[in-house]
């Protein structure tokens, strides 16, 4: 699995 | 939250009330591809799920929501309200040909096998093509309205400015999405031919666009 960024854009 | 990321919201917001306004007030979506709409309002239901699921901030929900608003409201207005209008001959794009490879990819390529993750990462991959049905009806017909062009122009300008979004934050906090950011780059490039005939012949013409 690929490291998960915050989702905080639109 | 920077100022690219900022003018980038805008200007979609600013797209998407230009399109919905001309149909509202042509009474017509003559010229614009309904499959194209179809998939942006796709783009935000599977993407802002996580409306349910995570409190990012009052603007980030009130955006998801008002995105998700007019999407739903334009492909009301096109396969509803002036449905006599829609030009379905011209808009035949093969809608599966990109959502069957969007969705393959999704589930091959993402951050973790979760149902949220799946469908967030098909709305990423297809955000960047749902343009496609829209560019290849204006092929087709050879020509688009200057009030599509200028709806297109400000699609474009959101992909641009998230570019500038991403290597400022990628600079500034290390931020980088790898999946936004390769389909970002993809879905500008959709773009470049658009915005070159915009520059070209929508501003230093009158009215319409028109392809070579």
């Not at chain 2, 955006?63 to 209008?85: C, D, E, H, P």
Request: glycine content about 4%; some cysteine.
């Amino acid at each position: 699995e690929n490291q998960k960024p915050q989702k905080d854009e639109l | 939250m920077n100022i690219f990321r900022l003018s980038g919201d805008v200007c979609h917001l600013i797209a998407i009330i230009i399109l919905f306004l001309k149909i509202w007030r042509s009474k017509s979506c003559a010229g614009i591809s309904g499959k194209s709409q179809v998939l942006f309002a796709l783009v935000f239901t599977t993407r802002y799920l996580d409306l349910f699921t995570s409190y990012i901030s009052a603007y980030n929900t009130v955006m998801k929501v008002v995105y998700l608003l007019l999407a739903y409201s334009t492909v009301g207005l096109i396969f509803f309200r002036f449905r006599n209008s829609y030009d379905s001959e011209s808009d035949s794009f093969r809608v599966e040909f990109l959502l069957v490879p969007v969705a393959g990819l999704s589930f091959l390529e993402n951050y973790a096998f979760t149902p949220l993750e799946i469908l967030w990462t098909f709305s990423i991959y297809l955000e960047s093509v749902a343009i496609l049905p829209q560019l290849f009806m204006i092929t087709k017909t050879g020509e688009a309205e200057s009030i599509t062009a200028h709806y297109l122009l400000f699609l474009g300008l959101y992909r641009a400015l998230y570019l500038a979004n991403w290597l400022w934050r990628f600079h500034t906090e290390g931020f980088y999405d790898q999946i936004a950011v390769v389909s970002g780059v993809v879905q500008t490039i959709f773009y470049c031919d658009f915005f070159y005939l915009y520059f070209t012949r929508v501003l230093r013409g009158s009215g319409k666009m028109s392809l070579p």
